[in-house]
């Protein structure tokens, strides 16, 4: 028997994008497969009640009962520290790490490793949120050394309602931060249907469109030794950072 390899993503809640479309992504990898512990997240916002779905404990909860499944790695398969900051991953991994003895990752890490190892740091931000999580993204962003020329979000709270949107309203939305000549597109949220249409507006945009779901399973793949190229019809991601 080949030897598997065992991929680790805490979920929120409320999501019911991110195992189809993981599954999806990793439909050619035999070896390979996902699995998911979730907690509960039901709006983002930045109310007191939504902010404190995000402490460590839900976290480390989920990431025990995934641990017991013997697991290569652990990802985050979120967004929060968009808004609260991305030290606030930093710290999530080690404690992932530390509680578990298994490394962790994030989709939001990943995705400013892709930026920076790309040199792609002017880019442009999709999400459904609400205006004041956008703000904080891109302030956020900013203030890290990106530099976010042109965004598009749909001022939601979902966070079950992301799952909603249709696809072609994300394509649209990456058509009108393109006029903006960016470098590249982040779509920032895992429960929206970005990696989807990801290699198709690629090809009708001639810039990279970088989805979280798919930022931490390249990050994941990676951690573990699996060759991403392998990964096909899911983006240029998989093919231009490999290894």
Known sequence: MTKRVLLGMLTPSSNTVLEPVTAAMLSGLPEVSAHFGRFTVKEISLRAAALDQFTDAPFLDAARLLADAQLNVIGWNGTSAGWLGFDADVRLCKAIEDETGIPACTSMLALNEILEATGRKRFAIVSPYLDEIQDKM?????????????????????????????????????????????????????????????ERMEKALGIPVYDTVSTVVWKALRMTGVDTRRVQGWGSLFRELHG
């Open 138 to 198: 891109v302030a956020n962003y900013n203030a890290a050394g990106f530099e976010v020329v042109a965004e598009r979000h749909l001022n939601d709270r979902g966070n079950f309602s992301f799952s909603e949107i249709t696809e072609e309203r994300i394509e649209r939305m990456c058509l009108e931060v393109a006029e903006a000549k960016p470098e590249a597109i982040a779509i920032i949220c895992t429960n929206m249907r970005g990696a989807p249409v990801a």
